[in-house]
């Protein structure tokens, strides 16, 4: 009915939400999740004290832990993973103390689920310490800028503790009246609840040199007894409220021209004997870069030493490289550096992209053939199990999608996907007959029993010798080989990972340009020790004597 003296509908009577009450419903978002770096569930794990860093301030007081290898990480589905400080690391402070940095805001609506998933078993403290802001909206009372003030809030358990032996027993208790909310709330509420020991500490300003000091000598006088945080005033303010809230490890000390004077011939060695190498035989570009792939994620040249006792062709054709360059520059060209290199020449060989590579690694003295079976992803890993793998490493969620691009030259081995042609094919491919064909091809090739584990299969049957997008396309009709490859689209837990697939299954270039950025950043991972304790290997399968 229209409004007689404005002319205009009128106003309606019931509420939006009234309205749209035929509207389906949004789904529920997934609950927050611990993973851990290994392909099975650890023992849980049982800290003394677990201390969980909310407030720009504790974050940046435990900065220098940036590069402390993570026990786990908490994940928030709807968060973007492939921001590196939307992963939540629980990294180890000591031999009986766990250190929970989250360095982002999660909504109240979340809270509770993100405190639950961070006590749901798997970690057990004896007794917890929450370090959060205090909001000025919050508390009953003035505040000054210029002040750095601290309040806690205790549970039963801790109340009953005597002076002693409080987590912080000098510090005041929040004033009566003044109310906090917020994650700090929600765990401190789930210790309560579970019956743990566990004190809340707000502090203000949010964050202020003042304010980290004041935190640091509360943690020095109690908990935290002769712990070195080698972070100074000066530090605070040099990071600055983003930098220091990052605790992932720096960019190491690799320049393009780090041979530039010793050895300026290393690129053009490299490069003449990989054009040999894939002339003779294509797949051996698929075989450096897998061999790349695992150096860096044991870190500069433990593979080479891992796997000494195996005399493999792609070892072989580093072999052959080293001893050419150690014609030309004895003792000047790392290992890792030669094989950093010859993945990126690889690569350009058969199609793909190019990129800079920074060079001036050292290779390790030392073999763990343990840490290269632990690191790794394996082909039969859940979907998260490999996202937890990378995030291990300091990268992203889209640095994985990328990186596994690179199957789109790569071979698989019988053993490696029998369990998915005989057992998930069926249920992820498009109904077509290209994928029952390339599903019966792949089962010739791989019986079901008898043998033929070391069968090989082109990953990408499309075009196995280019290096190009159509793996991921391979994905999109449910065709990929290796069950961890489909899981990135087919997984319920891919929301992101699906979206990435997509998008480089449909533009190539897109696919090139973050392969490439992915690949510089793989290349960085380096052991801070070795340059060091490492060396210049004059055989890249053996330390020098």
Known sequence: MEDVITEAAG?????EEDLNIFTTPSPPLPLPFLIFPYTQQPQPLKPS???VA???????????LRTVSPAASLLLPELSLSLPDHAAQILPLSPSALLAAIPFPVPA???YAVAKALLDGRIRPDSVLILDSLESRNFRGKLSSDEAVAFKLDTAAERKRSGGEKLLPDLEYYPSGSVVDGLGAAILARCQVTNVR???CVSWPQFDASVVSLIKGLLQRRVLQGFDFDLSDEDVFKFGFLGA???HASDPPLTLDYYASTCPTVFDIVRKEMECAVLSDPRNAAKIVRLHFHDCFVQVSH????????????SAIVDRIKNMVESECPGVVSCADILTIAARDAVILVGGPYWDVPVGRKDSVTANFDLANTNLPTPEETLLSIIA?????GLSVTDMVALAGAHTIGMAQCKNFRSRIYGGFDTTPLKNPISESHLSNLRSVCPAVGGGDNNITAMDYLTPNLFDNSFYQLLLNGEGVLNSDQEMYSSLFGIETRELVKKYAADPLAFFQQFSESMVKMGNITNSESFITGEVRKNCRFVNT
Do not use: D, E, G, W
């Not at 106003?11 to 509420?15: A, K, Q, T, V």
């Not at 593979?303 to 006792?309: K, M, P, T």
């Open 389 to 393: 793998k990378f995030l291990y490493q």
């Open 245 to 247: 809230t990052r605790l």
């Open 109 to 111: 609506s979340r809270a």
């Open 49 to 51: 004290l677990l201390i």
């Open 198 to 200: 566990a004190s809340l």
């Open 11 to 15: 106003p309606s009577r019931f509420l």
């Open 303 to 314: 593979i080479f030493l891992s796997l000494s006792h195996i005399c493999t062709s792609r």
């Open 54 to 64: 909310l407030s720009p301030s504790s974050v940046a007081l435990f900065h220098r």
